[in-house]
Each structure stands twice: as C-alpha cells, then as structure tokens.
C-alpha cells in the first residue's frame, strides 16, 4: 500500500486557473502587439525602406525613365568634386550654427522673461501667440515674408527708413541673404525650444531659488549657477532637434531666394531636390542624401558624447 504524496494533489479551481492566467498573458501580448503594428508598419514602410533605398540607389545611375546602371561609387566621387554641392554643405553648415544659437536664445530669453515676471494670463496667452507660427505652412509664411522683405516695398525697410537706415537689398546681396532667411527660419521655429524652455523652468523647484536669495545671489548668478545647471537637459533636447530641423532646411531659402543670389543661400536639401527632380539625377541625389544623413548622425552623436560633461539631472 502506498502513502499518498502530501502536496501533489491538484484541485480542480486550481488546475483551471493556470490556463486563464496564461490565456491572459497571452491575449496582452496579442492586444499590446496589435497596437503596435500601425506605427511599426508606418516607421517600416515610410523610414526604414527609404533608407534603405537611398542606400542602395546612391550606386546607380537612374533617371527614372531608363533602366538604372550599376556605378559603383562614381555618384560619391561627383559629390566631392561638385563646388555646388560643396558650397550647399558649407551653407548649410553656417546657416545651423546661426540659426540654432539664435533660436536657443531668443526662446530662452523670452521664457525667462515669461515665467518671472508676467501674470498668468499674460503669460497663457504669448505662449499661444509665440507657438502659433509653428503650427503654420513653412512655404505660405515664406511667401509673405519675401514680401516683407522687398528691397522697394517691403515693411522692413519702410520701417528702418523711419529711423533713418537706406534700404536693404535682404534677398537679392549676398552679404545679407542668408541673413534674411536665418531670421524668418528662427522666427518660426523658436516657439518649440520656447515651450521646452517654459516646462523645462517650471520644474525647477521654487525653494532653491530662494535659498539662493537668502544667501545674497543676484539674478544673473541665479541664472548661471543655479537655472541652466537645472535646465540642460532642457537645452540638450531642444538643440538636438534644432540641430537635425536646421541641417533640413528647404522652404524658407527655397521660396524667399531659390538659393541666390548665385548660391549664397543654396542648401543640400536644396540641392538634393534639384538633382533629383529637376535634372533627373536620383543617384547623385541620393548620395547626396546619404552624406547628409551621415552628418546628422556625427553632429547628433557629438552633442550626446559632449553631454556628459555638461548635462547635470537631478
């Protein structure tokens, strides 16, 4: 006779309740995997393949009509020696560094001002009014821009005559083309940095700026010791994204000088449109693309490397 093993008997409420807690996990799995196809399929479908594609269509020579042709690394060695594009990448590269400080710092700026000094209705509404040119067509607020900055009729220089300025040729000299476009860029695009710099200020907890007024700290020394340590990760995102947005620019060059004069303000979005749309040469295009993709990658893991130093998180 055999003595029954204490413990292996299995009840049948028991014996049923595995089945429901693995038909659970597995229905989460298949719910959580459903919701995630859409995206996953739209990032497969409308980035990962055009990379891909560009890749690989960067070796060729392609005019959409014929059939495309094996060359090799010949459309790279055409991008080196092309003074057009390297002009473009040399633009491109002035226009970010100007652009971007400017937009950092006038957002800054502003924000600061915002949040200290204005009352919340006040305040509620600039956020409004600063946001509202981003959600705005890049190409319409060029059209209206370009005639604001007429050399003959444009508000601009109206107004500077007022005070005593002669007309400015902003779109037609190449001294102060790009100039022109760097502040119609920024004026559209600070409002984004503008509202990271507003929530990233409002975290910062209120007692140890008072602490620091105890001690006697002025507000510059605030501002320096106390809100940009606890801003940077604020600043690291948003030049992060400045950076990426600005080597992309196209509408605002493109429509107020379609890169003039002479190619003062061409970019390589620029010149990547023209080559593939325009003279029908989607191989050199697409390499073209695949070094400014390479660039966007270097200068974006450069300010992650640099981060380390100068990020402070709480």
């Known amino acids: 006779m055999t003595t029954p093993v204490l413990g292996r008997r299995r ?13 659970k996990g597995r229905g989460t799995r298949l719910l959580a ?8 399929v739209g990032v497969l479908v409308f980035t990962v393949v055009p990379i891909v594609g560009s890749v690989v269509l960067s070796f060729f020579h392609w005019d959409v009509i014929g059939t495309p042709r094996f060359a090799g690394t010949d459309n790279y060695t055409q991008v080196f020696t092309d003074d057009t594009v390297l002009v473009s990448f040399t633009n491109t590269l002035i226009f970010m560094v100007f652009a971007v400080a400017l937009q950092l710092l006038l957002a800054l700026a502003l ?10 209705w006040l305040r509620s509404t600039f956020r409004s ?15 209206v821009m370009k005639y604001l900055f007429n050399q003959d009729f ?5 107004a500077l ?20 476009v760097i502040l119609v860029y920024v004026w559209q695009q600070f409002g984004f940095s503008f509202l990271l710099f507003v929530g990233g200020l409002n975290t910062i907890p209120k007692e140890i700026h008072e602490a620091s007024s105890l001690d006697g700290a002025s507000g510059l020394r605030k501002h320096l010791s106390i809100t940009l340590p606890l801003l ?5 995102v948003a030049s992060v994204v400045g950076i990426i947005n600005a080597l992309q620019v196209f509408e605002q060059p493109y429509v107020l000088t379609d890169g003039g ?6 970019t390589v979005v620029m010149v990547i449109y023209q080559s593939a749309f325009e003279q029908l040469r989607f191989g050199e295009a697409s390499a073209i693309g695949v070094l400014l993709f390479v660039l966007i990658m270097a200068v974006t893991a450069l300010q992650f490397r640099l981060s380390r130093r100068f990020v402070h998180y709480q």
Do not use: C, K
């Open 232 to 236: 940077s990760p604020t600043l690291l």
């Open 154 to 158: 444009g508000v601009v220089n109206w």
């Open 261 to 266: 004069p002479g190619d003062a303000t061409r």
């Open 161 to 180: 005559g007022h005070i005593g300025i002669a007309p400015v040729p902003w779109l037609t000299s190449e001294h102060s083309a790009m100039a022109a």
């Open 111 to 120: 924000a600061l001002t915002l949040t200290n000094r204005m009352p919340s």
């Open 33 to 40: 995997a459903l919701f995630l196809a859409p995206t996953l």
């Open 11 to 23: 009840t049948p409420a028991a014996s049923a309740t595995v089945p429901r807690r693995s038909l």
């Open 129 to 143: 009014a600063f946001f509202f040119p981003l959600i705005l067509s890049a190409a319409s607020i060029s059209v």
